[in-house]
């Protein structure tokens, strides 16, 4: 049986290991009994460190997986699936009140005519965050490393972790967009 390759665009643990958890449940309902390889690429987002609206988180995600498409053809690279995963800031006015959210999300294409989004959910981001991060236009992963008292967190359990108190990383956060983007093709497969 041939083993199919997705490929990721990036080489960050937490985003590679969130890829294998999300496989290793949707492999047997998508491809039952074919082995799956990840190649990981880090390729650019096209978006700012810290995307500020849920438009760009997006479009970080959907341009990460067409950069690795664009690779696979131009290299006539046997990739299957392509993974583009993103994480940022949405901010929700609601009723005179500014709600920020950190969310995460994936977009997955089989190059041949569209692809999907799946979103993390969302997490509330403490007014402290919210003023280096927004106001003052602080990378997410510098801010939250001060924040926890920290080094190398995004590496780790990721601002997921740290604001849920480990019961949601960052890992976690990007498994369920990556479950949520795959959920079109599991849905064909019925």
């Known amino acids: 049986m041939k083993t199919i390759i997705v490929a990721v665009g990036s080489t960050r643990r937490p985003k590679l290991d969130a890829v294998g958890e999300a496989l290793t449940a949707i492999f047997p309902v998508l491809h039952p009994d074919t082995p799956y390889e990840?190649?990981?690429?880090?390729?650019s987002s096209g978006v700012r460190h810290t995307p500020l609206s849920?438009?760009?988180i997006m479009t970080g995600a959907r341009q990460r997986a067409e950069a690795l498409l664009r690779i696979a053809r131009e290299k006539s690279v046997p990739w299957r699936y392509f993974v583009g995963l993103e994480g940022g800031i949405d901010i929700v006015n609601e009723r005179g009140a500014r709600w920020v959210?950190?969310?995460n999300w994936a977009y997955v294409t089989d190059g041949t005519g569209g692809?999907?989004?799946g979103q993390s959910g969302?997490?509330?981001?403490?007014?402290?965050?919210?003023?280096?991060?927004?106001?003052?236009?602080v990378e997410l992963a510098d801010a939250i490393d001060v924040f926890a008292g920290g080094q190398g967190i995004r590496d780790a359990q990721g601002a997921w972790g740290i604001l849920t108190r480990n019961l949601i990383t960052r890992q976690d956060a990007f498994r369920i967009a990556i479950v949520n983007a795959f959920a079109p093709l599991l849905s064909r497969n019925r």
């Open 115 to 117: 692809g999907a989004f």
């Open 54 to 56: 849920r438009e760009e």
């Open 101 to 103: 959210f950190l969310e």
């Open 38 to 43: 990840i190649a990981a690429v880090e390729v």
């Open 122 to 137: 969302a997490v509330l981001l403490p007014e402290q965050l919210v003023k280096r991060v927004f106001d003052e236009g």
